[in-house]
T-cell receptor, first 113, second 111 residues
Framework: KAGVTQTPRYLIKTRGQQVTLSCSPISGHRSVSWYQQTPGQGLQFLFEYFSETQRNKGNFPGRFSGRQFSNSRSEMNVSTLELGDSALYLC????????????FGPGTRLTVT | QKEVEQNSGPLSVPEGAIASLNCTYSDRGSQSFFWYRQYSGKSPELIMSIYSNGDKEDGRFTAQLNKASQYVSLLIRDSQPSDSATYLCAAASGGSYIPTFGRGTSLIVHP
């Protein structure tokens, strides 16, 4: 079974620009979560989507947004990029069960200059 | 606020030894517990899940859960240099669907 895929893998943007990252979950997984990982802050939860609805949200500013499509694929968008947004952005998918096992994609490395 | 605490390390063990990684969690309602391995520059990989008190073994890995003490551990037997990575502990409680992750423990296995 194919794993979680994320595109693009690497991205360099300039302050003030916006960026869209894409995630395709494991087949059959309907929950998609997004995380930001930096050396200083560790793994921080952004938001989670299930059946095209945002079910949970972390403590990030409104510049960070996301959506999920009917095929469970998800995108996240960051507007007005800041230098501090440079991070590894991880997508994780899970089955619609109570086990909460999440499987991560390879991540998108975003660098803001 | 739900918290998962791990010693950041690094934990250094010789090849062939047992590596013991520990984690405590604050939410008594936590029901599911996970260990992820993350190599430098890579994404976290799920290696163990445990849901009930006691031990769960999978190859060289053993996860231990003690809900009364709110403590989870991961033992790696016959440690290999390829086990050198950061190990993330996570706990999830009913209703939130989202695990809370610790900051991770860096493990170094030296030949």
């Amino acid at each position: 079974k194919a794993g979680v895929t994320q595109t693009p893998r690497y991205l360099i943007k300039t302050r003030g620009q916006q960026v869209t990252l894409s995630c395709s979950p494991i087949s059959g997984h309907r929950s998609v979560s997004w995380y930001q990982q930096t050396p200083g802050q560790g793994l921080q939860f952004l938001f989670e989507y299930f059946s095209e609805t945002q079910r949970n949200k972390g403590n990030f500013p409104g510049r960070f947004s996301g959506r999920q499509f009917s095929n469970s694929r998800s995108e996240m968008n960051v507007s007005t990029l800041e230098l501090g947004d440079s991070a590894l952005y991880l997508c994780a998918s899970s089955l619609p069960s109570a086990d909460y096992e999440q499987y991560f994609g390879p991540g998108t490395r975003l660098t803001v200059t | 606020q739900k918290e998962v605490e791990q010693n950041s390390g690094p934990l250094s063990v010789p090849e062939g030894a047992i590596a013991s990684l520990n984690c405590t969690y604050s939410d008594r309602g936590s029901q599911s517990f996970f260990w992820y391995r993350q190599y430098s520059g890579k994404s976290p990989e799920l290696i163990m899940s445990i849901y009930s008190n006691g031990d769960k073994e999978d190859g060289r890995f053993t996860a231990q859960l003690n809900k009364a003490s709110q403590y989870v551990s991961l033992l790696i037997r016959d440690s290999q240099p390829s086990d050198s990575a950061t190990y993330l502990c996570a706990a999830a409680s009913g209703g939130s669907y989202i695990p809370t992750f610790g900051r991770g423990t860096s493990l170094i296995v030296h030949p």
